[in-house]
């Protein structure tokens, strides 16, 4: 019975120590940690006017905070990289600031040309 007690402990540890890893609030972890991988989109982010907003308007304003996404295995696997915090953001989040002051409404053309690469 005393074992049976301990096992279940070692579970329940090992299971709050899996809840500790993906924690409950992911931090930015910067736009260079994202152009190891992803390069092409890194370099239309960087020449695009979002680059030079301040504060910049990052991948991570849009994608999430990346801090529980980054790594290769969470990444490759969608799923799992939206469970972690992964965003693909939709025509509604851009508005949060389109069509506010100088900037320009959003529209469909305009949500193509988020990553100026795929511009043409
Ligand atoms: C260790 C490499 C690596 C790093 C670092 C990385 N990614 Fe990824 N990412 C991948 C891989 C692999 C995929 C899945 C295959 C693909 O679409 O290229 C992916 C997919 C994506 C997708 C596409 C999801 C889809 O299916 O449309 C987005 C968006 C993304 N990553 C954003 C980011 C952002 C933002 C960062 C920085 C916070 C980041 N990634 C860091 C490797 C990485
Ligand atoms: C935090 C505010 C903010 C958010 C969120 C935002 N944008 Fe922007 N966006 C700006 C600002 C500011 C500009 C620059 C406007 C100007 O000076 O002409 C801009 C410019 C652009 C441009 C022109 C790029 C260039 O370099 O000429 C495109 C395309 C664009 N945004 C697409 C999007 C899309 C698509 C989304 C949502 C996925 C989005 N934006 C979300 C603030 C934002
Ligand atoms: C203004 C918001 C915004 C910013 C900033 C932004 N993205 Fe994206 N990203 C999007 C949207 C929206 C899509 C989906 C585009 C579509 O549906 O065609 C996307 C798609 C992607 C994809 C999928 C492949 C592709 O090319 O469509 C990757 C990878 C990605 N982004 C990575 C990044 C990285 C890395 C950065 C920073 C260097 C970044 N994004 C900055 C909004 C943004």
Known sequence: MKKLLFVSLLFALAAAFTLTALSATPTKVGPEKCK???KLQYDSWAASKHAQQNPQVDCETCHGPGSDYKTFSTMKDIAKAKAAGLILPTK???SKCHGKGKVPPMTDELFA???????N
């Open 36 to 38: 190891m991988c992803h």
């Open 92 to 94: 509604e989040f851009c």
């Open 113 to 119: 040309k988020v990553h100026a690469h795929k511009a």
